[in-house]
């Protein structure tokens, strides 16, 4: 008897041990321990409470605008010709007896196409060496003239441009027709050289816009750039737009109805929404003060919703928590003003009330086999008297 005793207050001190040095399962933080890592002077994100300003000022921040990052201005006339342009000329002279004349009426005589030169320049008859790159077909018209004007009989040049390579734009990606767009005079912006490619092949809320100018790239999703004419920015020679297939989505992880990345065409997503495509917040575990969505965003934005807050150790972009709280009414207003974004996560951490239905589970899972020992043991010693 002494033996069972023994056993039994083992049993019940290595399932102390193991209750005291087990980790409480969970599908993330707690929402106090989100908040106190956030007043650490270095942590690794800024928690931002979502209020009517909060909303405003990302609404109004919603995506890096095209129109500022590149501008929207034509900073070189497409009507200058170019290295690699192709060339016509035709001259008149006002003698049939003239170099170039080809009949007794006087007629003209054209020079065969020829592409500009790598050194800008294009080969003339009795003319010579003409500089073209650069410069307008009525520049260069003028400097034929003058260069036979004590050859010909009163010249009269006409210079056209066939094949304009120099002051294009290559439109690639999900268009109907890949390729190089001439661009005109009047100067084209980004939707009339997508609409010359033949248009989007797929539709538009699937896309983005990407331009390329030098070493500077921006995206942006296609239904803005169609909704706002702001973003409609002109282009220049040599930049590259492509439309590119871009599914957006979000993901949900924790005490919500179901945990899954979910795929949305809505131009504007609000949080309301993306809750509800999952089933919304789990009764039974979900903290109404624990929405929390991460994001990486602008740092000049954050500096617009943090006025009172140093970014100078801060880089161009930092990761950012916003907290929702539900438990307060007017929070679903918030929800419905909360436009969600491409790639966000949403966290909706675990009540202190299902922390405890936790433990009280582990707890009796735990003490289980402790009570089948100590009710063997009540038996063999009933058995032994």
Same mark, same amino acid.
């Given at each position: 008897?002494?033996?069972?005793?023994?056993?039994?207050?083992?049993?019940?001190?290595?399932?102390?041990?193991?209750?005291?040095?087990?980790?409480?399962?969970?599908?993330?933080?707690?929402?106090?321990?989100?908040?106190?890592?956030?007043?650490?002077?270095?942590?690794?994100?800024?928690?931002?409470?979502?209020?009517?300003?909060?909303?405003?000022?990302?609404?109004?921040?919603?995506?890096?605008?095209?129109?500022? &990052?590149?501008?929207?201005?034509?900073?070189?006339?497409?009507?200058?010709?170019?290295?690699?342009?192709?060339?016509?000329?035709?001259?008149?002279?006002?003698?049939?007896?003239?170099?170039?004349?080809?009949?007794?009426?006087? #007629?003209?005589?054209?020079?065969?196409?020829?592409?500009?030169?790598?050194?800008?320049?294009?080969?003339?008859?009795?003319?010579?060496?003409?500089?073209?790159?650069?410069?307008?077909?009525?520049?260069?018209?003028?400097?034929?003239?003058?260069?036979?004007?004590?050859?010909?009989?009163?010249?009269?040049?006409?210079?056209?441009?066939?094949?304009?390579?120099?002051?294009?734009?290559?439109?690639?990606?999900?268009?109907?027709?890949?390729?190089?767009?001439?661009?005109?005079?009047?100067?084209?912006?980004?939707?009339?050289?997508?609409?010359?490619?033949?248009?989007?092949?797929?539709?538009?809320?699937?896309?983005?816009? !990407?331009?390329?100018?030098?070493?500077?790239?921006?995206?942006?999703?296609?239904?803005?750039?169609?909704?706002?004419?702001?973003?409609?920015?002109?282009?220049?020679?040599?930049?590259?737009?492509?439309?590119?297939?871009?599914?957006?989505?979000?993901?949900?992880?924790?005490?919500?109805?179901?945990?899954? +990345?979910?795929?949305?065409?809505?131009?504007?997503?609000?949080?309301?929404?993306?809750?509800?495509?999952? #089933?919304?917040?789990?009764?039974?575990?979900?903290?109404?003060?624990?929405?929390?969505?991460?994001?990486?965003?602008?740092?000049?934005?954050?500096?617009?919703?943090?006025?009172?807050?140093?970014?100078?150790?801060?880089?161009?972009?930092?990761?950012?928590?916003?907290?929702?709280?539900?438990?307060?009414?007017? #929070?679903?207003?918030?929800?419905?003003?909360?436009?969600?974004?491409?790639?966000?996560?949403?966290?909706?951490?675990?009540? &202190?009330?299902?922390?405890?239905?936790?433990?009280?589970?582990?707890?009796? +899972?735990?003490?289980?086999?402790?009570? !089948?020992?100590?009710?063997?043991?009540?038996?063999?010693?009933?058995?032994?008297?």
């Amino acid at each position: 008897m002494l033996f069972l005793d023994k056993f039994a207050k083992l049993s019940l001190a290595v399932a102390c041990v193991v209750m005291s040095s087990c980790t409480m399962p969970s599908s993330g933080p707690s929402a106090n321990k989100i908040q106190a890592e956030a007043k650490d002077q270095y942590a690794p994100y800024t928690l931002i409470n979502v209020t009517p300003n909060v909303v405003s000022v990302l609404a109004q921040g919603f995506d890096r605008q095209l129109a500022a &990052s590149l501008g929207n201005a034509k900073k070189r006339s497409s009507a200058l010709i170019g290295v690699g342009d192709t060339v016509i000329i035709s001259i008149w002279e006002a003698s049939p007896e003239g170099l170039f004349s080809s009949s007794s009426r006087g #007629g003209g005589t054209q020079i065969p196409e020829q592409p500009v030169s790598e050194s800008g320049t294009i080969s003339v008859p009795y003319a010579g060496v003409i500089k073209a790159a650069n410069r307008t077909p009525e520049q260069v018209k003028e400097s034929i003239e003058q260069a036979l004007v004590r050859m010909a009989v009163q010249p009269q040049v006409l210079v056209s441009v066939v094949k304009n390579v120099s002051n294009t734009v290559t439109v690639t990606g999900e268009v109907a027709s890949s390729g190089r767009i001439p661009l005109s005079p009047r100067g084209e912006k980004l939707l009339d050289v997508i609409a010359m490619a033949g248009g989007p092949r797929i539709e538009s809320h699937q896309l983005s816009a !990407q331009i390329t100018r030098g070493r500077r790239t921006e995206t942006i999703p296609m239904e803005r750039l169609i909704s706002d004419p702001n973003e409609n920015i002109y282009v220049q020679p040599d930049d590259v737009v492509a439309l590119i297939r871009q599914p957006r989505s979000f993901t949900v992880f924790g005490a919500s109805t179901a945990n899954a +990345s979910i795929q949305f065409d809505e131009s504007q997503l609000y949080l309301n929404q993306a809750l509800a495509k999952v #089933g919304g917040l789990n009764d039974e575990r979900a903290n109404a003060k624990g929405v929390f969505i991460y994001r990486t965003e602008s740092t000049d934005l954050l500096r617009q919703l943090m006025p009172e807050k140093s970014f100078s150790a801060y880089g161009p972009t930092t990761n950012v928590i916003y907290q929702v709280d539900l438990s307060d009414p007017s #929070g679903f207003f918030l929800l419905k003003s909360f436009n969600l974004r491409n790639r966000d996560l949403i966290y909706i951490a675990n009540s &202190s009330l299902a922390e405890v239905r936790k433990f009280a589970t582990l707890v009796s +899972s735990t003490a289980a086999p402790v009570a !089948q020992a100590a009710s063997v043991s009540n038996t063999l010693v009933d058995l032994r008297n």
